[in-house]
Each structure stands twice: as structure tokens, then as C-alpha cells.
């Protein structure tokens, strides 16, 4: 395998890496950026901010990717050469140093096996719960450090939550909501939930669940779409997230639905989720496989956790046309900040259910009908600026709010409706 073989086996995985180089006095520099390719001369066309002391020389890109617990974790890192070229920065590779791709828990269980085998203890691990307090005032001083205390508030006293905070201020500035809306004929003033939970319907009417079917919700977010599955369909519904406050938030909103006999919600990784084989009789996924590093790993999981001729619905972003260049930084920017890890044509998306043993059974462009939300969104960002910006920080907010504006002029990037079915 060539050089260029290996790296494009695993950019797939992965949005933006971290350049790394000397700088003017030797020491080392890392920038977050925009990687490139140029295949016909062998190279990554590479963004560094003006300011930053870059000069030609020995450098090294890094692109990495984890979930929230760190148990699923890919890197690719590779050594090269900087130099300066047409007013920008080139980065030529010479060679791959390390690459990682999958399940840390299972390096973890081979490691355990070992030690083991060989009668040895598990050495002392570093006390990371000590640093639980020091992170927690990180975060709150970075949030405005509107807080006191020492640091052991809890998350349910309103403490020091790294995510349930700023997840509930947008959720509040999005009008509850952070999935896309279906605006087909709705009025242009229509409030943004009733756009949401047309697309919420829309998925519901596709899985046709039923009283005493089992169903699976990945990327559950709060529980409310679950939740609306569960009352329209009478099914049972499990909804998984890798983010613990919202599956705090989840669970208590369906008791107070009184729901909590047959909606739950869990800590689950989609790309290893924590079910057994034929499990379920539906699996919806709701603008959330675009999130994952490595789908079609989780594909796979879909399938292994359905029951033959069980279904899948989801609705996720795909690439309807090539992206011209002149547009290709708005796509990165868009990437990074709606975090899109895995973004392929729709043939490409086919190719993988179908390696997945999921019989591809329907897809769907409804882009005109779902764009209206990107405006609306940073409409409503701009107005609650004074509410979010001491949770999100003012820099951060002005970036989503241009990136999610720039966003329409970027329509090569559609969304789909894609269903599925596993053989029996």
C-alpha cells in the first residue's frame, strides 16, 4: 500500500487535524486547520492563521477522533515537510508514524487477558477523579466564572455541568430544538418546533413501529423525539447518547410523560452498542450518523442489533453534488462546527448499508424542504446573543452564528431520508 493509499484509507474518519511545526526560534507550534489534498502534486494545501509563526520545515499533521467516554478512538499521524507556496502553506507527507482505528475497550479486555495469563496485577492507574474538581472550575471560569464555591457543586444543584448548561441555553435559543425542521408548506413565520416535529412525524410515519415492537433511537438527545415515537406508535422505545446529562434530561422527561414503563434512555456507543444480536424490530436514527467517525462501523451495529426483517430509518446529511473549491471553506467551517465526521455521496452511503447487511429500501432528497432551518437557526442564535454568549463564550457564538449563515450558500450539502431493511 502506498503512502497516499494509507492516508485516504482513513481520512474518511475525521474533519480537521492539528499541524504541527518549529517555530522562528525552534520551539514546537500546533494550529487547529484545513487539510487539502492535492493528489496531483502530492500534497495537503494547509490554512494557518496570520500571526502564527510558522516557517518552512519539518512538520507533522494529526487527525484525531473520539467519543465522549474515549472508548472508541482513531489517529492518523503523519510526517512531512512545510513550506510556503503561492502566498499559503503546503504540507507535503513523507510518512505515516502511527495510525489507531477502533475500540479502546478492547485493547483494554487483551490487556487484562495478559496480565492475566501471567499472574500480574493491574498497576496503579492515575487518580483521574482527582482532577474532576480542577476541570469542572476550568470550565466554569471559561463559561464567565459567574460560579463560586470549591468546585463539588453537583450537576442536579446547578454546579458545574460541562454540557446540560449550554445544551439547555440552545436548546432555550433554538425553541427547543437542535434537529432540522420540515418547512414543506409551512408558512415562512411557523414556529421553528413545529417544523421539528413535522421532521420528528415524518420518521415515525416511515418505521410504522406498533404496540409491542421494540424500537432504537440513537443520538436520543433530551428523549424528545423518543418520546413522541412512543406515544404515536404505542411501541416500546430505548433511546441511547454517549452524553450523560441528556440521558439524565431524557429519562425525566418520560416520567413525567409517564412513560418511563416502556421509554427509557441510556449510555450507549453506536459503534458498539451495548444490546445483543437481534434485539430490536426498528432503529432510527435522526440526524446523528453524520457525528460518527467511523459509520460504517456503526452501520454494522445496526444491523447486528435487528431482528431479521427489522427496519432502519434515518435522515442524515450526504453530498448531492461536488463541492467547487470556492465553497470548500465554508464546508470545512460547516464540518467543524455542526461536528460532520463521515459525509459521502449518496452511492458511497448505499455501499456501506449494504456491507453492513442492510438491504437499502428508499431514499429521499427533501434538502429545499429543510434549508429554511439554517436561517431560522442563526436568526434565533443572534437574538438570545445575551444568553448565550456567558455559557458559549462571544467568539465561538459569532463564529456558529456566521458559519450557520454562510451555510446556505453551501447547497451541495442536501439532506436525505434513507430506510432500510435486514433480510430475514
Known sequence: MNLWDEIDGHLHLFARPVLSFRDPDGFPFSVRTYARQDRARDLFHVQIPDGVPAVAGPAWLLWHTHDDNFDVQHTLAVSGDLASEDGGWAFRPARVISRMHGDVAQVERAAARYLADRGLSVPDAFPWPALEPIARKVRRDLAGGERTGDGDEGVGEGGDEDWAGSYTEVSRALESTLHHGYWKDLPPNAPITEAADRMTDLLIGRIDARPGERVLDLGCGIGAPGIRLAKASGAAVVGVSITESEIELANAAA????????????????????????????????????????????????????????????????????????KEPILADLRRIAMVETLTDLDAYLAELRAAGIEPAGTEDISPHVWPTRARYARLLRASRDALAPVMGEKELDEVIAVTEQADDLQEMGFLLISGRKPR
Open 255 to 326: 416520567a413525567a410523560e409517564d412513560l418511563a414503563d416502556r421509554v427509557s434512555f441510556r449510555y450507549g456507543n453506536v459503534m458498539a452498542l451495548p444490546f445483543p444480536d437481534d434485539s430490536f424490530d426498528a432503529v432510527c436514527s435522526m440526524e446523528f450518523l453524520y457525528q460518527i467517525p467511523d459509520r460504517p462501523l456503526a452501520l454494522r451495529e445496526i444491523s447486528r442489533v435487528l431482528k431479521p426483517g427489522g427496519r432502519f430509518e434515518g435522515s442524515d446529511f450526504y453530498l448531492r453534488a461536488p463541492v467547487p473549491h470556492e
